[in-house]
């Protein structure tokens, strides 16, 4: 069985990633390892903790009705993101990363996002790298 991991943070990219990652497991019948990274230290409280455990949650139900096989990783060991991402990547042997974007501002544009960049340039593996929709403010319709 073939491995995708995908990184995940519980916003608008991190829910975008998540949802196309599930759609290429299931076609490729594939097992997903979702990696949530945090630097860890004393910057990560309680709160954070509590807030994380939550996001995963989300995770799980999203992903239990898909019949897809999968795992989720929680790492809080003081590395970027990035540097997570590929280490679990080469780990598994990924088939591929599949990683979530969202708008930037010009500057931004010029630089990409810093852990985007570094998964795109020090991956094991091609990465799929997936734009957010726009999330939809309370009382807005589709």
Known sequence: MTT???G???KAEGRAAL???AEEAELRDAKLVVVNSHRGGRSF???EAAASDAALTEVREQLDPTGVPYEVRQLV???D???DLVAVAEQVHAEFIVIGLRRRSPVGKLILGSNAQRVLLDA???VLAVKA???LSEGEED
């Open 4 to 6: 995708i991991v995908v």
């Open 8 to 10: 995940y943070v519980p």
């Open 19 to 21: 949802r196309r990652a």
């Open 45 to 47: 409280d309680s709160d």
């Open 77 to 79: 060991r003081g590395l």
């Open 81 to 83: 993101p990035a540097e």
């Open 124 to 126: 094991p593996c091609p």
């Open 133 to 135: 929709e726009p999330e």
